[in-house]
């Protein structure tokens, strides 16, 4: 294991909410989301910024593009 990893929020273990209350959205929260998605079985994901404005971002990250859940995708589905 590289890290540990802590959402702000998982909803029904599908969709990973990152909070933020900064300036504007930047290029590390997408860049933490996406590492969020990509180690996990979750493929949507949303950064909700409260700042200056509320802005939000949403990311796609589909289970067939990971390496590591691979396996475990393939063989779900054929149950």
Known sequence: MV????AD??????????LKAAE???????AQL??????????VGF??????EAT???LLFSNFKKKNLKKSVESAKSV
């Open 34 to 43: 996406m590492n969020y998605l990509k180690a996990t079985p979750c493929e």
């Open 47 to 52: 950064v909700l910024n409260f700042g200056l």
């Open 56 to 58: 939000f971002k949403r």
């Open 9 to 18: 929020i998982v909803v029904e273990q599908k969709i990973i909410v990152e």
């Open 24 to 30: 504007a959205i930047i290029d590390s929260h997408i």
């Open 3 to 6: 890290g540990d990893y802590f």
